[in-house]
């Protein structure tokens, strides 16, 4: 079994599963794409969620793949594991199999037995099987249906042996397979106790409740089978390592580390290094390839700490310039064929991290500042503070574990009670975020019939007569699901209709619609329809904002081609909003975009709208044809095996599920307002058509006329007429400078001339008033000059200078700063210097004369 390859044992375990009429669905992406619930896609079932709950129905009732995963937030979270042990990872591939309402536990268990025993041959004997505390079934089943060893079947209770998908979500009692790879065989004692020689491999959920907010289950319609086995440990055990790193998918990553670091990870005395580095640039790798960024908040926010915390493990390997970028390249080599999106991504994915990582260094070096000032501080105590250690985690993204390492090097050590308690109170923190985004959907419903689809008209039309089939209401919103319907639910970016909806003799306004699994919800104010028991309903959407949110959708298609023509082929849509005043498009390109750029794309969508070219809608086509035909899918999106292409001749097409113009001339007119950076590697375009573009041009046609007008000149003469009254504006303003200033010495050389005597030398104090634009400091230089020998003090509005010549401060020990102090206190003021030269402010204005004759007593 040693020679097994990983790439091998991936494919028997999905060809074993479809010789038993499985069918193999592709991973979703690492970032869920309709989940608010999800930071990552934490688990093969994720994408299965809607199916599982009842919500959703496919054409098959039995599934296989295998997932990319993440956990590194949430429910799942193995983060600190990470590197210190071989065996958990925040990036890793979960192999599944699934039944939804098809078969259950029997199936489940003894498939997973035969696969492992029969096929790969596994020894039985080093094999356990756990089940939750009170699933006699189970137990049964693995008695009767295997031929596991009675001693070997293990009871657990809910920690162990209940799996959850996270707060909320389907759930169910579980049966795991570990193993024991002690030396001895005698590890059964071992299981679920976090010793890394008896490992989990495989988890069979057996899902039959949904978890709800307040924490109850309900019973789900059917029973479903979802099981998942880590990828990365059945090869470590199959080719017979001592350590997930050791297999043959993670050397070409730890042989580019090693050729970074020059240095071996063999024998290393910081291997957890390397394995930090090797793990976590598979999660950045998979995630920013999946549409994520490094950012502030939420999701960015975690990718952020993962590559921080690679860069600091970095320079416990000596590398202090970025070079995790540099690791793109060996995932892909490692990776790229089994998930060829990374290779599509790599050029993007490597300026990202390189990005961050260029940022990071900046931080990390003010981090260690802040480090050294909280020990400073410390005086003789030997303890860092838990706030501290979080305050470096939070605000520098100092990992736990490197502070730790930093403070042991100084003979410290770190506060780790006072540090969870700040972690736990934070984790709270952005839970009750996270929850703050979820829709009314766990909602209990009034169901009115056993319909579970609402059918889509409104590609075709934008009325019809349905069936109310469910609702739902508060008392302030109500909710109501109807059999069909033309209202578009948002998805994919365009936001969700608006228009009226009549049951009975009530008419009511929908609001908004939005979708839950096959369900299109529409939302209302509560509105009182007694009893709402027939369900007929006539619906309405409203036509301008239905066409002026499809003149965006398709101007949003126009605009991804040009930007591909003009600004090259590593263009990828990475957000869209799609309203009816206005389209927001978020892609990824490291560059600002040139003004020049700018009028090259406008230009060629306004030609492709002149060109008035067709929709081509192919609805509902396999998903292979519709890759034939050449059209853009989205990596941050899941599909499934039918799709709908929107194709403008050749110059659009793109995997879209939204509703567009018929002809690309009825966007009438196209302009950008703005672009922007969101993130490193991801700029921000926004723009108008139709009617507000038109208005918008409009608009600035009239701005122009005015200044035509007022400059008296063509259009074409604007700038350069306007260049010219600037640079005559500016030498005007020079040459008043110098006049004010020339007014400003005559008034000086008066005050010099008209000087009192004082103590033998010249004392000059009087108030100035000082034209705009000519400072202080350096009339006060000038007056110094003037004096030759003596004191000066200018008082000029609320401030003054004071000034003593060279030979006083030599010979009388005068001192201009001094002084100033002393004189500028009499006014409630304060200030200081040079002994030359000083300045105060002064508060009190009604002083100002005391403070002038302040100076011929003070200089005595
Ligand atoms: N959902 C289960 C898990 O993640 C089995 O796939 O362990």
Redesign the pocket.
């Known amino acids: 079994m040693t020679n097994i390859s990983s790439k091998e044992i991936r494919k028997q375990f999905i060809e074993f599963f479809e010789s038993k009429g499985h069918k193999f669905v592709p991973s979703a992406p690492v970032v869920p794409a309709d989940d608010p619930t999800l930071l990552f896609t934490?688990?093969?079932?994720n994408q299965f969620k809607p199916i599982f709950l009842g919500v959703e129905k496919r054409d098959y009732t039995r599934a296989v793949n295998s997932q990319k995963?993440i956990r590194v937030s949430g429910k799942?979270n193995d983060l600190e594991e990470v590197g210190h042990d071989t065996y958990h990872h925040t990036f890793f591939e979960?192999l599944?199999n699934w039944s939804f309402g098809d078969y259950y536990k029997s199936e489940a268990i003894a498939w997973a037995w035969e696969l492992f025993t029969s096929v790969w041959k596994l020894p039985k004997d080093r094999l356990y099987a756990t089940v939750y505390k009170s699933d006699e079934e189970a137990v049964e089943l693995w008695t009767r249906g295997t031929d596991i060893d009675p001693s070997h079947i293990l009871r657990f209770s809910e920690k162990d042996n209940f799996?959850e998908?996270g707060d909320t979500g389907p759930c169910g009692p579980?049966s795991e397979i570990h193993i024991d790879l002690t030396a001895t065989g005698n590890g059964g004692k071992l299981v679920n106790s976090g010793n890394p020689e008896v490992i989990e491999l495989w988890?069979?959920?057996f899902i039959q409740f949904n978890r709800n907010a307040d924490r109850t289950l309900t019973e789900l319609p059917a029973k479903h089978v979802?099981?998942?086995a880590g990828f990365e440990r059945v090869a470590r055990v199959l080719q017979g390592k001592s350590s997930n790193y050791d297999i043959d998918l993670f050397a070409e990553i730890i042989a580019g580390i090693e050729r970074e670091v020059k240095s071996k990870y063999a024998g290393h005395p910081s291997p957890e290094a390397f394995r930090v580095i090797a793990d976590h640039i598979r999660m950045l790798t998979f995630s920013i390839t999946d549409s994520a960024i490094p950012g502030n908040d939420g999701r960015g926010y975690v990718l952020r700490r993962i590559l921080r915390r690679a860069a600091m493990y970095g320079r416990k390997l000596n590398m202090h310039e970025p070079f995790i970028y540099k690791l793109v390249g060996d995932v892909v080599t490692a990776m790229g064929d089994a998930f060829p999106e990374i290779k599509a991504r790599r050029e993007f994915v490597e300026k990202t991290i390189r990005n961050e990582e260029e940022g990071f260094n900046k931080t990390l070096d003010r981090g260690i500042e802040l480090f050294d000032d909280i020990v400073k501080k410390m005086g003789s105590d030997k303890r860092i503070s838990g706030p501290d250690v979080f305050k470096l985690y939070d605000t520098f993204g100092f990992p736990a574990d490197m502070t730790r390492v930093m403070a042991t090097e100084r003979g410290l050590d770190i506060d780790e009670e006072k540090f969870e308690e700040e972690m736990a109170a934070q984790k709270k923190r952005s839970r009750e975020e996270g929850k703050k985004i979820f829709i009314n959907k766990d909602v209990k419903w009034i169901n009115l019939s056993k319909d579970q689809k609402t059918a889509f008209l409104g590609y075709d039309t934008l009325e019809s007569s349905s069936k109310l089939i469910k609702y739902y209401r508060t008392g302030e919103v109500m909710q109501l699901v109807f059999d069909q319907t033309p209202f578009y639910a948002e998805s994919g970016g365009q936001v969700g209709d608006q228009g009226f909806a009549r049951i009975g003799d009530r008419s009511f306004e929908i609001w908004d619609t939005q979708k839950n699994g096959d369900h299109v919800i529409h939302y209302a104010d509560d509105v009182e329809i007694i009893e709402i028991s027939e369900g007929g309903a006539a619906l309405q959407v409203s036509p301008n904002h239905r066409l002026s949110t499809i003149k965006n959708h398709t101007a949003t298609h126009l605009l991804h081609s040009a930007l591909r023509l003009v600004l090259g082929t590593h263009v990828h849509q990475a957000g869209s909003v799609v309203e009816p005043y206005r389209l927001r498009f978020d892609f990824s390109h490291n560059d600002k975009i040139s003004a020049d750029e700018i009028y090259r794309i406008e230009s060629m969508v306004q030609e492709k709208i002149f060109e008035n070219i067709t929709l081509q809608h192919h609805r509902n086509i396999p998903i292979a044809e519709a890759k034939k035909l050449g059209a853009l899918s989205f990596f941050g999106d899941k599909y499934g095996d039918f799709v709908n292409i929107v194709q403008f001749g050749e110059y659009s097409k793109e995997f879209c599920g939204g509703v567009h113009v018929p002809f690309t001339g009825r966007i009438g007119f196209f302009k950008i307002v703005s672009e922007s950076s969101v993130a490193s590697g991801v700029r921000r375009i926004e723009a108008i058509t139709g009617s507000i573009a038109e208005e918008f041009f409009r608009e600035e046609s009239r701005i122009t006329e005015k200044i035509r007008h007022t400059l008296n000149c063509k259009s074409g003469e604007i700038a350069h007429k306007i260049d010219h009254l600037l640079s005559d504006k500016k030498l005007l303003e020079k040459e008043l400078t110098e006049l004010r200033l020339q007014s400003v010495t005559a008034k000086l050389d008066e005050l010099v001339s008209s000087a009192r005597e004082s103590a033998g030398f010249k004392v000059v104090s009087a108030k100035l008033d000082l034209p705009p634009g000519v400072d202080l400091r350096s009339v006060g230089d000038s007056l110094r000059e003037k004096l030759r020998t003596g004191v000066g003090l200018l008082v000029s509005d609320l401030q003054m200078v004071c000034v003593v010549t060279d030979d006083l401060i030599r010979d009388k020990k005068l001192n201009a700063g001094s002084l100033v102090k002393e004189i500028a206190k009499i006014a409630g003021g304060s200030g200081g210097g040079k002994p030359h030269l000083a300045t105060a402010g002064i508060r009190d204005i009604s002083k100002v004369s005391e403070v002038i004759n302040a100076v011929y007593n003070l200089v005595k």
């Open positions: 934490n688990a093969g079932m995963c799942h979960m599944g799996w998908m579980c988890n069979l959920v979802d099981t998942g």
